[in-house]
């Protein structure tokens, strides 16, 4: 996949930012690229930044139980990550993991506590932005609860489908490990795919590799 180099318009940042104030986020932007597989911060590690999707995908994810891991959500091309431990805290509260070849813009705090300063609109839209996360998070919480693992599994196929969209054979654009499919449903992989195969059955959907296709949603809808 071709990467893009950050034009001063397309990130959170530089969209929320004032015109004067870009030739400063040109002058303190470093552009990272982080591998498949490579991670990017890790639970428990001192905060050194925030980071800036340009390209790729990035899961974000916590620790659970013994050697095990909880997603809580996918970062893609124009979201932020990192930005969790900017409130009262020392380091990283969750990890973030590249699921492809990621381009990142990276900033520092200082720098980036100055934007917000400056920026209004970028502040605003930073509240907006821990807002809309802590609503995800406790909707998350509440499936984990309240929904039985048939439920879950069916949240995370139709939350995938809604997130990053299918190709015109309808099958969703994202790619992901059995792992990472049954830790954002928040299950094992040898359940989840027992549900999915039941499913493929079934005629709800279609998985192949590591393509899956739902077709019928209203199936899947009436699980959670």
């Known amino acids: 996949m071709q990467k893009k180099n950050c034009d001063l318009n397309n990130c959170f940042l530089c969209k929320h930012s004032i015109t004067a104030w870009l030739p400063?986020?040109?002058?303190?932007?470093?552009?990272?690229?982080f591998k498949k597989g490579a991670v990017i911060f890790e639970e428990e590690m001192p905060i050194n930044g925030?980071?800036?999707?340009?390209?790729?995908v990035v899961k974000v994810?916590?620790?659970?139980?013994?050697?095990k891991q909880f997603i809580l959500h996918f970062a893609k091309e124009g979201d932020v990550v990192g930005y969790r431990g900017l409130v009262n805290e020392q380091?990283?509260?969750?990890?973030?993991?590249?699921?492809?070849?990621t381009l990142?813009?990276?900033?520092?705090?200082?720098?980036?506590?100055?934007?917000?300063?400056?920026n209004i609109d970028l502040l605003y839209a930073f509240m907006q932005l821990y807002a809309i996360e802590l609503k995800q998070v406790e909707k998350r919480m509440g499936s984990l609860v309240h929904l039985d693992v048939k439920g879950r599994v069916a949240e995370t196929l139709?939350?995938?489908?809604?997130?990053?969209g299918v190709?015109?054979?309808?099958?969703?654009?994202?790619?992901?490990?059995?792992?990472?499919?049954?830790?954002?449903a928040g299950t094992t992989y040898e359940t989840f795919f027992r549900i999915l195969h039941e499913w493929v059955?079934?005629?709800i959907v279609k998985y192949s590799g590591k393509n899956i296709t739902i077709l019928n949603i209203q199936a899947l809808q009436a699980h959670v």
């Open 201 to 203: 059955q079934a005629g």
């Open 50 to 56: 925030i980071y800036f999707i340009n390209n790729g």
């Open 167 to 184: 190709d015109d054979k309808g099958i969703i654009q994202i790619w992901l490990t059995k792992q990472d499919l049954a830790a954002y």
């Open 24 to 33: 400063a986020v040109a002058a303190n932007k470093k552009s990272l690229l």
């Open 158 to 164: 139709l939350q995938l489908h809604n997130d990053f």
């Open 104 to 118: 990142l813009c990276f900033f520092d705090i200082p720098f980036f506590e100055n934007s917000l300063k400056v």
């Open 91 to 101: 380091v990283y509260p969750v990890s973030a993991t590249a699921l492809e070849d």
């Open 61 to 67: 994810h916590k620790k659970w139980g013994n050697e």
